[in-house]
T-cell receptor, first 113, second 113 residues
Framework: SQTIHQWPATLVQPVGSPLSLECTVE??????LYWYRQAAGRGLQLLFY??????ISSEVPQNLSASRPQDRQFILSSKKLLLSDSGFYLC????????????FGPGTRLTVT | AQSVTQLGSHVSVSEGALVLLRCNYS??????LFWYVQYPNQGLQLLLK??????LVKGINGFEAEFKKSETSFHLTKPSAHMSDAAEYFC???????????FGRGTSLIVHP
């Protein structure tokens, strides 16, 4: 069966510090991968998605970036965090040849102080 | 273009009462529709999905939803609420070759003893 992991689970970082969040998927090959952010009391905002290694599409221009160095690994990064980057970050995957549903990881709670 | 409207940001019910969470969608192509549940500080979990087969879809935890094309609705119901159903619920629409779903803003279900 497929499993998705995210780490760290929680993170407290000062403004201006770098960020690296990691997402990995097990039990599937060539998944579509997605990064979402949930700000407090708000819905889901799609940040990036990837259909393959090295292929990244950005949905929201900002100081975040994403990379996909391996088939089942998706990384969210920032060189300098802003207060507005605080939120709950969710990684999701969709399998090739499946229907349209996505499967989500457990999330990372980021607090920028 | 696709959109989702979830009526009511908060729904409050008593334990044992009927749960009804409303979702209306707009889509220019045959839609795929989903309900997800999110417990505090966790990722989203797929409750059920409509993929153009039966219009009445049964999901996990006793939830079901009915696709009504004429009303462009996909409301989520459960005959008897449990305290453990308290969570955030998201409706989503996808389809037409777009593997990026559009999510509603979510409805918080509150269950009173």
């Amino acid at each position: 069966s497929q499993t998705i992991h995210q780490w760290p689970a929680t993170l407290v970082q000062p403004v201006g510090s770098p960020l690296s969040l990691e997402c990995t998927v097990e039990g599937t090959s060539n998944p579509n991968l997605y990064w979402y952010r949930q700000a407090a009391g708000r819905g889901l905002q799609l940040l990036f998605y990837s259909v393959g290694i090295g292929q990244i599409s950005s949905e929201v221009p900002q100081n975040l970036s994403a990379s996909r160095p391996q088939d089942r690994q998706f990384i969210l990064s920032s060189k300098k965090l802003l207060l507005s980057d605080s939120g709950f970050y969710l990684c999701a995957w969709r399998g090739q040849g499946m229907t349209y549903e996505q499967y989500f990881g457990p999330g990372t709670r980021l607090t920028v102080t | 273009a696709q959109s989702v409207t979830q009526l009511g940001s908060h729904v409050s019910v008593s334990e044992g009462a009927l749960v009804l969470l409303r979702c209306n969608y707009s889509s220019s192509v045959p839609p795929y529709l989903f309900w997800y549940v999110q417990y505090p500080n966790q990722g989203l979990q797929l409750l059920l999905k409509y993929t153009s087969a039966a219009t009445l879809v049964k999901g996990i935890n006793g939830f079901e939803a009915e696709f009504k094309k004429s009303e462009t609705s996909f409301h989520l119901t459960k005959p008897s609420a449990h305290m453990s159903d308290a969570a955030e619920y998201f409706c989503a629409v996808s389809g037409g070759g777009s593997y990026i779903p559009t999510f509603g803003r979510g409805t918080s279900l509150i269950v009173h003893p």
